[in-house]
């Protein structure tokens, strides 16, 4: 199993970006996804999920990120998606992609940076 997240960067506040994970090793379309981040000194963080069921897609996000933040996912690509807008400075962290597995996060990528400064 490997998850790479790419799409980190540097962003002003109010700016926008959209982080991936590309996924491998696996089933993708049969697990739920996550997103997560640690900020310097904190702990990490639940930022959003996405499930995949024969029911359809359902998304839920924490209060911090709720109608800034959209998950989303491409199961032809293997890929989760987080389009983040409205960002501020109060979002700088490492965002890291996991698979849920039940009620666990199994497996993690390696991270990506997020640096919303003017």
């Known amino acids: 199993v490997q998850l790479v997240e790419s799409g980190g960067g540097l962003v002003q506040p109010g700016g926008s970006l959209r982080l991936s994970c590309a996924a491998s090793?696996?089933?993708?379309?049969?697990?739920?996804m996550g997103w997560f981040r640690q900020a310097p000194g904190k702990e990490r963080e639940f930022v959003a999920v996405?499930?995949?069921?024969?029911?359809?897609?359902?998304?839920s996000y924490s209060d911090s990120v709720k109608g800034r933040f959209t998950i989303s996912r491409d199961n032809a690509k293997n890929t989760v998606y987080l389009q983040m807008n409205s960002l501020k400075p109060e979002d700088t962290a490492v965002y890291y992609c996991?698979?849920?597995?039940?009620?666990?996060?199994?497996?993690w990528g390696q991270g990506t940076q997020v640096t919303v400064s003017s």
């Open positions: 090793g696996f089933t993708f379309g049969s697990y739920d």
């Open positions: 996405i499930s995949w069921s024969w029911s359809g897609i359902s998304r």
């Open positions: 996991a698979r849920r597995n039940g009620r666990d996060y199994d497996y």
